[in-house]
């Protein structure tokens, strides 16, 4: 049985006085990243990991560098053609600030051609802030907190749609995976999917949100009410629970996934190993989930 760790990738949901995030305009990003477009065949091709510690803050986790060193592992056995892999942590040169996280968003999918797919990945605090447009049941957004220099900054799940999702074309599958708190939602995605029974899935749909050029999946480490752990696996490597779900689930079957295994058996592997957050799978668009979800075709 794995050690879990008594943190959680909070977010502070409700912000008390004395934890206020400043949210920051964009600005010019420290550093330029470059994305060279590739012709060919569908493939992955560009591939986007963020991982957060927040080291010496009082907002420090432990796996979430782990996880995106795990996920490149995973990508580089399944999709081994895909060279164009770009890694923020807290370590590399180009530090996770708003700025170069849009910036780097902005690269994965500028220019992007049909038949080029993408995969990101955030690993870090999430929360919720007052919602602003009235686009939110709840009243709340969901985000994400990128980290400048002492201050946690903000990214809204409004400009994870418009600035990630919405940019996907026709003919292009993207893969999103938040593993942080309160991320149920926090890509703003048409269709959100739940078990029904032993082997149906049913789902929702908010028509406030745009079907989607893009083939866009996104896993959330939770609902949004909940928390998303920060924890070891069953070596006591520290990771979050989300993204060790998703790579043994990846490891099971390969590749060529069922959509529907996406939910099922990550849920299920957090579930015998009794966490209590729940993730979510949503989509821009309506797709048989017994499908499969292959990012190299």
Known sequence: MHSRSSSVRWGIPRFPPQFKPQFKPPATPQATLQVTPQAGPSRLSRVLLIGINYYNTPYQLEGCINDVITVQNILNRFFPTCKNITVINDN?????????????????????????????????????????????????????????????????????????????????????????????????????????????????????????????????????????????????RPCGALTWALCETWKKYGAAIKIKHLLWDVRQFLLSRRYSQTPQLSSGNYFDMNSVFNLSV
């Not at 996770?96 to 797919?117: H, Y």
């Open 92 to 236: 590399t040169a180009i530090k996770p600030t708003r700025s170069n996280i849009l910036t780097a968003i902005n690269n994965l999918v500028k220019d992007l051609k049909p038949g080029e797919n993408i995969y990101f990945h955030y690993s870090g605090h999430g929360g919720q802030i007052r919602d602003t447009n009235g686009d939110e049941v709840s009243g709340y957004d969901d985000c994400i907190y990128p980290y400048n220099n002492q201050e946690l900054e903000i990214i809204t799940d409004d400009e994870l749609r418009s600035l990630l999702a919405a940019k996907v074309p026709a003919g292009s599958k993207c893969f999103i995976v938040l593993d942080s708190c309160h991320s149920g939602t926090a890509v703003d995605l048409r269709y959100l999917w739940q078990p029904a029974g032993a082997d149906r899935i049913t789902y929702a749909e908010n028509t406030k949100y745009s079907k989607l050029p893009g083939t866009v999946f996104f896993l959330s480490g939770c609902s949004d009410q909940q928390t998303a752990e920060d924890t070891a696996d069953n070596t006591g």
